[in-house]
């Protein structure tokens, strides 16, 4: 019985170091693989010259300065909650047709 785990504790080990050789191994080759591309970029570059190479242009609009009054709004909307609630309530109900007051009296 010990003997069987024995063996599949050392069948184990060699598995876990057999796959991280093929990691180690792949890893490897694939930063072989950048190198030699990375060769070729740079060599492209050079035949086509640095001429060659697009550039990304933003068009850009001037405008004179001048003073002026700045106006800045915002719009929000909201919700406005009071402290106390107040109900108002005529003493005779009806319609107010007319105020019949002059101005600066």
Known sequence: MKLKIV?????SLALIFSCSEEKRDTLLKLKQQ????????????KEFGQTEI???????AIKMVQQGEFKHYIKV??????DDNV???PSIPGEVKSVNVRKGR
């Open 54 to 60: 697009v550039k990304k242009v933003v068009p850009v």
């Open 87 to 89: 109900m108002i309530n």
């Open 34 to 45: 950048r190198l030699e591309l990375d060769k070729k970029i740079t060599e492209l570059e």
């Open 7 to 11: 063996g599949y504790f050392f069948f």
């Open 77 to 82: 909307q909201g919700e406005v909650e009071s």
